[in-house]
């Protein structure tokens, strides 16, 4: 997300309208051409790509290429769902270290932190749970949720 704050989302300022609209624009398609959102939005080419920057600089958003993992020989998917003694930040930045952990959120109910693990096989995703994520100093159980067929993933949820 930027700055190596990988998934902090800090706002300084409130989004204006062409900011939303240019999100929006990008949800649609990470590849449109700045000059065709320009006509969208009211901008020159130029001003939407310093926007652009602007809203990736500052962690707002990134720009990335969706894949299916299971094309890239990432056969095993799950969601692990943690519980945890003691404070729940550095248990999540341990993990958000892990390469193969691609989301920690710290929740509030029956889990405390919720990660999303790609691996390239079962024997993978033995090793990462058995000899890293439990190794964790303050992880006291994990349940995990293997994927068995994804139905849906978008992100094209809009703006506020």
């Given at each position: 997300?930027?700055?190596?704050?990988?998934?902090?989302?800090?706002?300084?300022?409130?989004?204006?309208?062409?900011?939303?609209?240019?999100?929006?624009q990008l949800?649609?398609?990470?590849?449109?051409?700045?000059?065709?959102?320009?006509?969208?939005?009211?901008?020159?080419e130029?001003?939407?790509?310093?926007?652009?920057?602007?809203l990736?600089?500052s962690?707002?958003?990134?720009?990335?290429?969706?894949?299916?993992?299971?094309?890239?020989?990432?056969?095993?998917?799950?969601?692990?769902?943690?519980?945890?003694?003691?404070?729940?930040?550095?248990?999540?930045?341990?993990?958000?270290?892990?390469?193969?952990?691609?989301?920690?959120?710290?929740?509030?109910g029956?889990?405390d932190?919720?990660?999303?693990?790609?691996?390239?096989?079962?024997?993978?995703?033995?090793?990462?749970?058995?000899?890293?994520?439990?190794?964790?100093?303050?992880?006291?159980?994990?349940?995990?949720?293997?994927?068995?067929?994804?139905r849906?993933?978008?992100?094209?949820?809009?703006?506020?």
């Amino acid at each position: 997300m930027g700055d190596s704050d990988q998934g902090q989302f800090r706002r300084k300022t409130p989004l204006d309208d062409v900011s939303k609209a240019i999100i929006e624009q990008l949800q649609q398609d990470g590849r449109r051409a700045y000059a065709r959102i320009g006509e969208a939005v009211g901008l020159s080419e130029a001003a939407v790509r310093q926007r652009v920057q602007r809203l990736i600089d500052s962690g707002v958003m990134q720009i990335v290429a969706v894949t299916d993992p299971m094309e890239l020989g990432f056969a095993r998917q799950a969601m692990i769902g943690l519980h945890v003694d003691g404070p729940l930040e550095p248990v999540a930045d341990a993990l958000a270290e892990m390469a193969e952990i691609e989301y920690v959120v710290i929740t509030a109910g029956g889990f405390d932190i919720l990660v999303e693990a790609v691996c390239e096989s079962d024997e993978h995703l033995l090793e990462v749970l058995s000899s890293r994520i439990r190794t964790i100093e303050g992880v006291r159980s994990t349940e995990t949720f293997v994927y068995l067929k994804l139905r849906k993933q978008t992100y094209s949820w809009g703006v506020r």
